[in-house]
């Protein structure tokens, strides 16, 4: 046999063996993991029966930059992965115009636990809203936030997790000015993809400050990353990912990723493997999505990979975990139990 004809052949051996593991590994299945996740959806209706004692929420303005648009101006943009080709091309000049710097008020809410008390120190959960949303998506006077209210309180009341603080921002920063241009959010958010790789600037540089300033966390402590969490679903999963995991690891320790991924997995691996964090631990990942979802193929790609590309990173039931909803979509009846699994396991690893 010529060196030619052996190269060959043991490349083609070589590819079948990794076609077979990754054939192997595509039927996945969880192990039992030691905390009582929900997996079946719709939850039983006493996840979010009413209880003897309120969290309240409460409304924080601030002033932050529109990063997205200002990454757009300058001519250095990044855009998330997707699997949507029909959303709208970016028009730099609609856009921007000759403005360079966009500047904005905003607001975000922030749920206090029942007995709130400047004298302790809380946690602090972070969860985003997907496509369309906004603020009020998890906690605000609407029906999903009236129904994760209740989730919270009764969780916090009946001790399956300590009293923390959820605080709610919003990833969409668009000036007054430019509200005309983002109308259709399916297929005419020019920034869709865009807008999860620059969140982090703002809540870096704006969102942590302030919360920190108004309540009373572990902010400013040695460890304050292992008392902060960042959930999202959909395109807030995508920003989880790709804008917080990726540029904020220094500042969280826990993440929940709900319905979708989209994100380029050799940069977030590279990422994670920097100088700057390689050294800093996830504490806990995780991820849950429907079988019904449309998101469930892309995010179940990334899962894969991350188990075996990144196995010093991520270990199925030790630091991670993977609920998959038999019949589940691309809706609130998983992310709100979504939201309860995550809750059982930050901040207790």
């Known amino acids: 046999?010529?060196?030619?004809l052996f190269s060959a052949l043991s490349l083609l051996l070589i590819a079948a063996l990794l076609l077979g593991g990754a054939a192997a590994f595509a039927d996945y299945t969880a192990p039992e993991y030691e905390w009582p996740f929900i997996k079946k959806v719709p939850m039983k209706p006493k996840y979010t029966e009413d209880v003897e004692h309120h969290g309240t929420v409460e409304t924080l303005r601030y002033t932050t930059h529109a990063y997205a648009i200002e990454a757009v101006a300058a001519g250095d943009v990044l855009s998330a992965e997707d699997d949507n080709p029909d959303i709208m091309p970016l028009d730099k000049d609609a856009l921007c115009g000759d403005q360079t710097e966009f500047v904005m008020e905003k607001e975000l809410l922030v749920y206090l636990p029942y007995g709130y008390d400047p004298a302790e120190k809380y946690n602090v959960v972070y969860a985003l809203h997907g496509t369309e949303g906004d603020e009020t998506y998890w906690i605000g006077d609407c029906a999903t936030g009236s129904s994760t209210r209740k989730l919270l309180d009764r969780m916090i009341d009946k001790g399956e997790?300590?009293?923390?603080?959820?605080?709610?921002?919003?990833?969409?920063?668009?000036?007054?000015?430019?509200?005309?241009?983002?109308?259709d959010w399916y297929t005419g958010d020019m920034l869709a993809n865009i807008w999860p790789m620059y969140f982090w600037q703002e809540l870096r540089n704006d969102i942590i400050p302030?919360?920190?300033?108004?309540?009373?966390?572990?902010?400013?402590?040695?460890?304050?990353?292992?008392?902060?969490?960042?959930?999202?679903?959909s395109r807030g999963s995508m920003t989880t990912i790709n804008s917080v995991m990726m540029h904020c690891l220094d500042q969280f320790a826990y993440f929940g990723a709900f319905s979708g991924a989209w994100c380029d997995f050799d940069a977030f691996k590279a990422a994670l493997e920097s100088d700057e964090y390689k050294d800093l631990d996830v504490k806990f990942?995780?991820?849950?999505?429907?079988?019904?979802?449309?998101?469930?193929?892309?995010?179940?790609?990334?899962?894969?990979?991350?188990?075996?590309?990144?196995?010093?990173r991520f270990v199925d039931g030790e630091n991670f975990a993977w609920i998959s909803f038999k019949g589940g979509a691309h809706a609130y009846n998983c992310w709100l139990p979504d939201l309860y699994n995550s809750l059982l396991v930050f901040f207790t690893k």
């Open 1 to 4: 046999m010529n060196k030619k």
């Open 210 to 233: 302030l919360v920190e300033s108004t309540y009373s966390t572990y902010g400013g402590e040695a460890d304050a990353r292992d008392h902060r969490a960042f959930c999202g679903l």
């Open 161 to 183: 997790c300590a009293p923390f603080i959820l605080v709610t921002p919003n990833y969409y920063s668009i000036p007054a000015d430019k509200a005309e241009l983002f109308t």
């Open 285 to 312: 990942w995780y991820n849950g999505n429907g079988t019904a979802d449309f998101s469930l193929e892309n995010h179940e790609a990334f899962r894969d990979r991350c188990l075996t590309e990144m196995p010093d």
